[in-house]
């Protein structure tokens, strides 16, 4: 089954065959996204006492800027509880001096920032998403005058997004997004961090407003809660080695070649529904599928964009491979991305906050920001 390149919102990406809610070979309903990705006390409740949280692999600066170390397999959205062993140990290390690392670099970005530059000015050779619908845009939308700060609330274990600063302050691409809306919006915010088990429960409590932070939207966290147009999602690309000249990925170009993936994980699936000729490789973790290519056990390699990233530009990889073909965005596969949450009786401040982050892209804040915290695109 071909899958054809279509465009959504001025960029290429990979159309879905079967369409929304369609009979693809292998559906992968809401339920089944959030299955798999959105249990959030099942999936992110981190260890305590003895235990830790241990993941299986990849480059020491993915698990580090990823939040890998804390347990995360973006290629699967699966939490391990493991108890603490000297991996482990090593993983939190590694987490601690690579963070003083993307915190080092921030504070020269900083130092030497220039003012933002429209989105079609960014950096060369860096694809900047773009999640917004310009046919979509309206009248400004103020924030409703509450009297007091709007209090956002975050997780400050889970960078790019969302981590502590050097001084202890919340920091992160989520963060910066959420400030910058504020000043948009010309009202007055707080940032509170919470464990990322509780920020739902807290927000349905009213010990905050607004949650900024890697929630996955999913049609059980929007039966409770509202939420703003995603402004990051997490797309899945082939990376294929580069010695061997490939054609880039289809249906019919990918017929008989050994292509890794991880077992169980939405790649695997949407992998044998919409390339079903390919010889699939199946791998237990991202790791091991990524060692296997750069030995050349596999042709070709489709996980998690994000990850397969920041491995590409490290020194694991050494130069052995590549991004190959297009985006893979389909909400049934790999999720609908993050948003900004709010409570189901302030929508006044939902519209207000959709509105600005739109506001943010155009005026080329967000592009800002993604250089900033990605300085490796997996778009």
Not at 109 to 132: E, H, Y
Not at 233 to 257: C, I, K, M, N, Q
Not at 317 to 325: D, L, R
Request: glycine content about 12%.
């Amino acid at each position: 089954m071909e899958v054809p390149l279509v465009q959504e919102q001025g960029r290429g990406v990979r159309a879905d065959p079967a369409g929304p809610g369609g009979g693809g070979n292998q559906p992968v309903g809401g339920d089944a996204v959030g299955g798999e990705k959105a249990d959030l006390r099942r999936q992110r409740l981190r260890g305590r006492g003895n235990g830790g949280l241990e993941q299986g692999g990849g480059s020491p600066w993915a698990r580090a800027v990823l939040g890998r170390a804390m347990g995360r397999d973006l290629s699967t959205h699966v939490y391990r509880s493991a108890t603490a062993t000297r991996a482990s140990r090593r993983h939190r290390g590694l987490r601690a001096i690579l963070l003083t690392i993307i915190n080092f670099s921030m504070a020269g970005v900083a130092a030497a920032q220039q003012p933002a530059a429209p989105p079609s000015a960014a950096t060369p050779g860096i694809s900047i998403p773009n999640f917004w619908n310009p046919r979509a845009r309206g009248e400004r939308v103020e924030a409703p005058q509450t009297g007091r700060p709007v209090r956002f609330m975050t997780d400050d274990e889970f960078p790019p997004l969302h981590f502590a600063g050097p001084d202890g302050t919340p920091t992160g691409f989520s963060v910066e997004l959420a400030r910058a809306v504020c000043e948009r919006l010309a009202i007055a915010c707080t940032v509170q961090a919470r464990r990322f088990d509780t920020l739902l429960d807290a927000l349905a409590d009213k010990q905050g407003d607004v949650v900024a932070a890697a929630v996955p939207l999913t049609p059980g966290l929007r039966a409770r809660f509202l939420a703003t147009r995603p402004y990051f999602r997490w797309p899945a690309r082939f990376v294929a080695r580069t010695d061997r000249s490939l054609p880039e990925p289809s249906a019919e170009a990918l017929a008989g070649r050994p292509v890794g993936v991880v077992e169980g994980s939405a790649h695997d699936a949407y992998l044998k529904a919409y390339f079903p000729k390919a010889t699939r490789k199946t791998f237990p973790d991202l790791a091991t599928a990524e060692g296997a290519l750069k030995r050349g056990e596999a042709e070709y390699l489709f996980a998690d964009g994000l990850n397969l990233a920041l491995w590409l530009n490290g020194q694991e990889a050494e130069g052995c491979c590549g991004f190959t073909g297009g985006v893979y965005l389909e909400n049934r596969y790999f999720g609908e991305g993050i948003g900004l949450v709010t409570r189901p009786e302030d929508a006044a401040l939902s519209r207000a906050l959709d509105d600005a982050l739109q506001r943010v892209w155009d005026d080329g804040k967000y592009a800002e920001l993604y250089l900033r915290f990605f300085p490796v695109s997996p778009f």
